[in-house]
């Protein structure tokens, strides 16, 4: 079992969760954070932190898909391991409907 970061994140990309993760396994993209799920050691630290529900357990059903995404650019995306500062629009951007569809960035971030 690890976390898998969800679509809420895209565009919001608060980076709560990567000042608590003990293991250093998030990577940035351009307007979302992805969990490697080989270097997650599934402490859950960081689902609470995060303001607004975006990383969920894989052992919820429903997130093949994220899986998979979040396997995929952990691969591709720089490790972040220093909390950025979110979009501008962050708060704005909270609760948008289909952000996969109309607004994820397949760019990867600056990392750090």
């Given amino acids: 079992m690890t976390y898998v970061v969800l679509e809420d994140c895209i565009a919001c990309k608060h980076m ?9 396994c998030f990577y940035e993209g351009e307007n979302m954070l992805v969990i490697n799920s080989d270097e997650c050691i599934d402490c859950g630290v960081c689902e609470p932190e995060c303001p607004i529900d975006a990383i969920k357990s894989d052992s919820e059903s429903g997130l093949d898909e994220w899986i998979e995404l979040n396997r995929k650019y952990s691969r591709l995306w720089p490790n972040i391991i220093e909390k950025g500062t979110p ?25 750090s």
């Avoid at 709560?16 to 250093?24: A, K, L, S, T």
């Avoid at 979009?87 to 952000?99: F, H, L, R």
């Fill in 16 to 24: 709560d969760c990567v000042e608590v993760c003990p293991v250093d």
């Fill in 87 to 111: 979009p501008a629009n962050a708060k704005a951007m909270e609760g948008v409907p289909n952000k996969l569809r109309d607004l994820f960035s397949e760019r990867a971030g600056e990392g």
